[in-house]
């Protein structure tokens, strides 16, 4: 059976973007593959967390995993720092990797942008983030589109490792979703949504209230032409909005934009509010009932058991393959 992997931060809550351009593939996925889907609180220490707060988010992403329909039956959930795999197979390919190519990845770019000096594991995130993928052989990653660029870094290191030492590594492929790849903050739809941005109208969080659903899509940013069509240059607000109209009820953006003829923005959006509220209530229900159970913990502890099994037979063969420690 081929093999999925992808992770998501435990720095804040996840919000519609997260889920219409990963979570939602994690569910689909798992019927023909096996998955394995992290929460990598490694990657969320690159910037200052406070220890309660980053144990809380951990299970908060975790609660949200099956909250949203990933089984723990069929895929492995885990917590990256629990499988010690990860940081060392981070550290065997940041061996393998050059500051130019980092220094050229646009997330760096743009958080480090106007600091003297960054910190050093904002740096080489990337390269942790290649270690999580190859460390299970993985076939394919489902993510949002702002992640390509670490996609294609993981997959020149793993190409690079496969033809200077004996093949090692699987060479993995990003998986990007038509609609929902790359969802919009509403405030300003030349930036994606975000879980860090200040303004918390920005985003829609999985667990936002109705009321908190319906003010941030009323006060969504649009233009004044007052018509509803897909034009992401000419129209970024309404175009965001018809992309997570159009996910959220699988409907083509063609059949959303069609209903909408000749009728105003307010129409508009009062619907998508509805739509919206009625996808992510039943995740809230879930999420509280899972959140607070015992079984939750049972669960990660499994599945980072079974997950260092996995990682455990690709950490020889490199070891191996690099002439690494004792046979
Ligand atoms: P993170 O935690 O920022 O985001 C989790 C997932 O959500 C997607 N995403 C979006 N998709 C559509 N529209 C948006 N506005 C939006 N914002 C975020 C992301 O593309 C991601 O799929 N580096 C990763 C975590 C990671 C990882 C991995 C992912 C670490 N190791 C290995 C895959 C495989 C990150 O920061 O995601």
Same mark, same amino acid.
């Given at each position: 059976m081929k093999r999925v992997f992808s992770g998501v931060q435990p720095t804040g809550n996840i919000h519609l973007g997260n889920y219409l351009?990963?979570? &939602?593939? #994690? %569910?689909?996925?798992?019927?023909? +593959?096996?998955?394995?889907?992290?929460?990598?609180?490694?990657?969320?220490?690159?910037?200052?967390?406070?220890?309660?707060e980053l144990r809380k988010h951990i299970l908060d992403v975790a609660a949200l995993y099956l909250a949203v329909g990933v089984d723990p039956e069929k895929s492995i959930v885990f917590v990256q720092s629990d499988?010690?795999?990860?940081?060392e197979l981070g550290w065997i390919l940041t061996c393998s990797s050059y500051t130019g190519e980092l220094?050229?990845?646009?997330?760096?770019?743009?958080?480090?942008?106007?600091?003297?000096?960054?910190?050093?594991?904002?740096?080489s995130y990337p390269v942790l983030m290649a270690a999580d993928i190859l460390l299970y052989d993985t076939d394919v990653v489902p993510v949002g589109t702002d992640q390509k660029q670490h996609?294609?870094?993981?997959?020149?290191?793993?190409?690079?490792?496969?033809?200077?030492?004996? &093949?090692? #590594? %699987?060479?993995?492929?990003?998986? +990007?979703?038509?609609?929902?790849?790359?969802?919009?903050?509403?405030?300003d739809p030349s930036k994606k949504m975000s879980k860090s941005a200040e303004n918390i109208h920005s985003r829609i969080s999985l667990l936002d209230e109705p009321s908190k659903i319906k003010k941030s899509i009323m006060k969504a940013t649009t233009d004044s032409e007052g018509v509803i069509r897909f034009d992401v240059d000419e129209k970024p607000g309404i175009s965001n909005l018809l992309n997570m109209y159009s996910v959220l009820s699988n409907k083509t953006i063609d059949d959303?934009?069609?209903?909408?003829?000749?009728?105003?923005?307010?129409?508009?959006?009062?619907?998508?509010?509805?739509?919206?509220?009625?996808?992510?209530?039943?995740?809230?229900?879930?999420?509280?009932?899972?959140?607070?159970?015992?079984?939750?913990?049972?669960?990660?502890?499994?599945g980072a058991e079974r997950a260092n099994a996995i990682s455990e037979k690709t950490m020889a063969r490199v070891k191996e393959n690099f002439g690494l420690g004792l046979k």
């Open positions: 351009g990963a979570l &939602k593939q #994690f %569910v689909e996925l798992q019927e023909d +593959y096996q998955c394995l889907y992290c929460i990598v609180d490694m990657h969320a220490i690159t910037v200052p967390q406070d220890p309660k499988v010690p795999g990860h940081a220094s050229r990845m646009t997330q760096f770019k743009s958080k480090s942008k106007n600091k003297e000096s960054a910190p050093t594991g904002l740096f996609i294609e870094l993981c997959r020149d290191l793993a190409i690079r490792v496969n033809n200077t030492k004996k &093949k090692t #590594f %699987v060479v993995p492929e990003g998986r +990007y979703l038509k609609a929902g790849a790359r969802i919009m903050s509403l405030d959303v934009v069609g209903m909408y003829e000749g009728k105003g923005y307010g129409d508009f959006k009062k619907d998508l509010v509805e739509i919206t509220v009625e996808a992510l209530k039943p995740i809230k229900e879930r999420f509280d009932d899972i959140r607070e159970s015992e079984e939750l913990i049972k669960i990660l502890k499994s």
